[in-house]
């Protein structure tokens, strides 16, 4: 590992190193920016959660956590500032908001870090990708595996809003031969407080429910934002409004320069609410000390969505950091906090993040609609998160907004979902955004397997679902295993190809397919009215799990995938034993 300081460091040191062409910095007009010249053949991946492309050679990565709501592009909720190239990977050690371009001119590819270096810690490693992603994990902390019931599948649905309904759903998962360890509630609190049920005669008796829910074989998952709502002019709620007051009046909230409360901008996400100050240790010791009963009652995780709420940067937190310099690091803060009151038998699921964000697992892609559009882009943001070093990631199969999924999209999702670190489905509330383009001529948007099956008349849907679902089931040992040597090893859970082959030309552009563990190649269709597909085989010798065969690799090979089927190979030269009785 090379370390470059330019306080402290000449940065020609760097200039012998063979894995590149030049390095120098140059003064531009407001700021430094760091040039590498290396060879064009070189990918470029990493760069955090990122949607649009895996090799991002020839673009611009702006390194800014952001709230996007659907078709993300090139935003982000969880940058991270660490690429991986061939034989090389760069972390820059900083919170702010910068630029990373990369451009391909004659035989060179030049890579610019447009960032002031008298502030911020450049760090160079070399190697494989797999070496300089250990490089990370070892400078910026372990990474922390959840529990082993949260492999299982997870079952979602906004529109659950009251406690006869979560049992019911509870229920007939368990009714129609469906095996969910995890059961995520999200329409169960006032939206005020975050902390109270939004009406007892629609939740009567929450640690019963919960107690019928563990006989079921569910953990439940409760919905967090971190905010203080800003309620309508017609609302009212004592209790919301002497919260308010009492977090204003004890610096609970992060605020102006001036003193005041700062809000949230308009038109975003919760616009004109305040937001909780987690750097102060007495916002965590009275927020968490209001969520504690939940704890009490048998909650066992929360869903920490957004986050992504600072955005301005003359505003002030009680640790003396300004909203510049919170911009990235405000999640942290919030899921940390989250992290340290819920501890290790208990999980998170979070949709922003930064560096570092492994060590309060878990992630999902956050929002995106249901189509085969934003089916490639998540898988694509998974294997960017992964190489970055958020391991156990997850997506809302078949997406969770707009006109339902149509059966093709639902299966290839959920096929996809299966093989997944983490497999999980939800949908948005029935007044959300893109509801009214539903057509459902029920209104009921869940994408249970069950409620697909009813809207297309179709039992067939949920036989191949079942059948998906019994095999999640039975990989949960390998998955868990997996994800112990990952985290033991610093070894990535789901790989991208060019990760484990970096030498390899063939691979660097290959954005659908990847290893789950160590033994397992996953080959899915992510595009619309695709049944045959071409499979990549990298080197090894490998079984695949359709045909029964033994297959060298190196070698492409065409496959016919049916609804019912997805692309799985099994690495011979691995020990591949808690796969053997399963795919074999």
Not at 194 to 204: A, E, I, Q, V
Not at 235 to 247: G, L, N, P, R, V
Request: hydrophobic share 35%; aromatic share 14%; glycine share 6%.
């Amino acid at each position: 590992m090379l370390y470059l300081n330019n306080k402290q460091t000449s940065i020609k040191n760097l200039y012998t190193q063979p894995i590149f062409k030049s390095i120098k910095a140059i003064k531009g007009q407001d700021l430094y920016y760091l040039q590498i010249k290396v060879d064009s053949e070189k990918g470029l991946w990493g760069f955090g959660e990122r949607f649009d492309f895996l090799n991002q050679k020839g673009l611009v990565r702006e390194n800014k956590v952001f709230e996007k709501f659907t078709n993300q592009g090139e935003k982000t909720y969880l940058p991270i500032p660490f690429f991986l190239s061939n034989d090389f990977g760069i972390y820059i050690d900083t919170f702010e908001v910068f630029n990373i371009k990369s451009t391909i001119k004659k035989e060179l590819n030049i890579i610019e870090i447009f960032t002031d270096f008298n502030q911020n810690d450049i760090y160079i490693f070399k190697g494989k990708p797999e070496e300089q992603l250990k490089s990370l994990l070892k400078l910026k902390g372990e990474v922390v595996v959840p529990p082993i019931w949260s492999f299982g599948p997870w079952m979602s649905a906004n529109r659950w809003n009251n406690q006869e309904l979560v049992i019911n759903m509870a229920k007939k998962s368990k009714e129609l031969g469906f095996f969910h360890t995890v059961i995520v509630v999200e329409a169960w609190s006032d939206e005020s407080t975050f902390y109270t049920f939004n009406d007892r005669s629609l939740w009567p008796n929450p640690k019963e429910m919960i107690k019928e829910l563990k006989n079921l074989g569910l953990h439940l998952i409760l919905w967090q934002v971190p905010v203080f709502k800003k309620l309508n002019n017609n609302e009212h709620d004592e209790i919301h409004e002497k919260d308010c007051e009492w977090a204003i009046n004890n610096n609970l909230v992060v605020k102006k320069i001036d003193g005041s409360p700062y809000t949230i901008p308009k038109d975003r996400w919760f616009e004109n609410s305040m937001i909780p100050d987690f750097t102060n240790p007495e916002t965590k010791k009275w927020w968490f000390s209001k969520r504690q009963y939940l704890l009490d009652m048998g909650v066992e995780g929360f869903k920490t969505d957004g986050g992504e709420f600072i955005y301005d940067d003359d505003i002030i937190f009680f640790d003396g950091s300004t909203g510049k310099e919170m911009r990235n690091k405000y999640p942290l803060s919030y899921t940390q906090a989250y992290y340290e009151a819920l501890g290790k038998d208990k999980v998170l699921f979070s949709r922003s993040g930064y560096t570092s964000s492994w060590q309060t697992p878990i992630h999902w892609a956050g929002d995106q609609m249901s189509t085969f559009k934003e089916l490639k882009h998540q898988l694509i943001a998974g294997l960017n998160a992964s190489v970055s070093g958020i391991f156990f990631w997850s997506f809302d199969i078949a997406g969770f907004a707009g006109e339902m999924p149509s059966k093709e999209l639902y299966l290839r999702a959920f096929s996809l979902g299966t093989f997944s670190p983490i497999m999980q489905w939800h949908s948005e509330p029935l007044g959300g955004q893109f509801s009214k383009i539903m057509k459902s001529k029920d209104a009921i948007n869940d994408r249970s397997p069950w409620n697909i099956a009813k809207i297309y008349n179709d039992d067939n849907i949920l036989e191949i679902t079942k059948s998906f679902t019994t095999l999640r089931e039975k990989i949960i040992p390998y998955l868990y295993e997996e994800a112990l040597y990952s985290k033991d090893n610093c070894v990535a859970l789901m790989k991208p190809l060019f990760y484990s082959h970096p030498k390899d030309k063939n691979v660097f552009d290959i954005e659908d397919e990847f290893y789950l563990g160590r033994s397992l190649l996953v080959a899915p269709i992510v595009n619309e009215n695709q049944v045959e597909r071409s499979i990549y085989i990298p080197e090894g010798n490998w079984f695949d799990c359709q045909l029964k065969i033994k297959i060298e690799g190196k070698s492409y090979i065409q496959r016919k995938y049916s609804l019912a089927e997805i692309g799985l190979f099994i690495n011979l030269d691995t020990n591949y034993s808690k796969l053997k009785n399963i795919l074999i």
